[in-house]
C-alpha cells in the first residue's frame, strides 16, 4: 500500500525560527493534506493541496504539492509558541483513502 | 467545516467488557470514517462508515472485534469488543468534506485495564 515517510520526526527550534518539514513517497497521491494536533485534540486540517506543482499559503503557513506527486512539504515562516504540536502529512490515493505519515513533534522555546 | 462531537472524551475500562462510541455531525455527510492513534503514533484507518450498509474495513480489523452503525448521515457508532490492553488508543472519527479533504472529531480517549 501507499506508504508515506514525513520527517523531521522532531524539531526544536527557538521563538522566530522558520521551520520546514516533508513527507515523501515512492507512491503517487492525488491530494496531499497537512495537519495540525494539539494535546488531547483532533487533528486540523491546515492546508490541502490538489494539483501537482501547487504551491499554497495559510498566513504563516506554506505548503507544496510536488511536481512527481510522491512529495509534499509543509514550512511555517517565524514561528511562535502556539505552533508546538505534531503535524501530519497526510495523502490520498482514491475515494478518500487517506495515509498518514508518522507525525512531526515541534516545540518552539521562547 | 462540520462540526463533530465524540461521546465519550475518554474512559477507563476494564479488559474483556465493551465500549460503544458515539460520533455526532451537525450536518449531513456522505462519508464518516473511524481512526484509531496508538500512543505516540499517527492514525490508522479502521474503516469506512457506509450510511444503510456494512462498513468497509481495512486490513488488519474485523466486524466481529469493532462494529460499526450508520443509521443516517449525521451519526455513526463504533464499538469496541472485549476490549485487552492492547486497545488502549484514540479513537477518532472523520467526515468527508469538499474535494477529498477530511476533517476530524476530538476523538476519545481509551485506556483498557
Known amino acids: 500500500g501507499q506508504q508515506l515517510n514525513q520527517s523531521p520526526q522532531s524539531m526544536f527550534i527557538q521563538e522566530g525560527e522558520d521551520v520546514s518539514m516533508n513527507c515523501t513517497s515512492s507512491s503517487i497521491f492525488n491530494t496531499w493534506l497537512w495537519y495540525k494536533q494539539d494535546p488531547g485534540e483532533g487533528p486540523v486540517l491546515l492546508i490541502a493541496?490538489?494539483?501537482?506543482?501547487e504551491l499554497t499559503s495559510n498566513g504563516r503557513l506554506t505548503a507544496q504539492f510536488g511536481i512527481t506527486r510522491k512529495d509534499s512539504f509543509l514550512n511555517i515562516s517565524a514561528s511562535i509558541p502556539s505552533d508546538v504540536g505534531i503535524y501530519f502529512c497526510?495523502?490520498?490515493?482514491?475515494?478518500?483513502?487517506?495515509?498518514f505519515g508518522a507525525g512531526t513533534r515541534l516545540t518552539v522555546k521562547p | 467545516s462540520a462540526v463533530i462531537s465524540q461521546k465519550p472524551s475518554r474512559d477507563i475500562c476494564q479488559r474483556g467488557t465493551s465500549l460503544t462510541i458515539q460520533c455526532q455531525v451537525d450536518s449531513q455527510v456522505t462519508m464518516m470514517f473511524w481512526y484509531r492513534q496508538q500512543p505516540g503514533q499517527s492514525l490508522t484507518l479502521i474503516a469506512t462508515a457506509n450510511q444503510g450498509s456494512e462498513a468497509t474495513y481495512e486490513s488488519g480489523f474485523v466486524i466481529d472485534k469493532f462494529p460499526i452503525s450508520r443509521p443516517n448521515l449525521t451519526f455513526s457508532t463504533l464499538t469496541v469488543s472485549n476490549m485487552s490492553p492492547e486497545d488502549s488508543s484514540i479513537y477518532l472519527c472523520?467526515?468527508?468534506?469538499?474535494?477529498?479533504?477530511?476533517?476530524f472529531g476530538p476523538g476519545t480517549r481509551l485506556l483498557v485495564l
Open positions: 472523520s467526515v468527508g468534506g469538499l474535494q477529498e479533504t477530511q476533517y
Open positions: 497526510a495523502g490520498l490515493y482514491n475515494n478518500n483513502d487517506m495515509r
Open positions: 493541496l490538489y494539483k501537482a506543482g
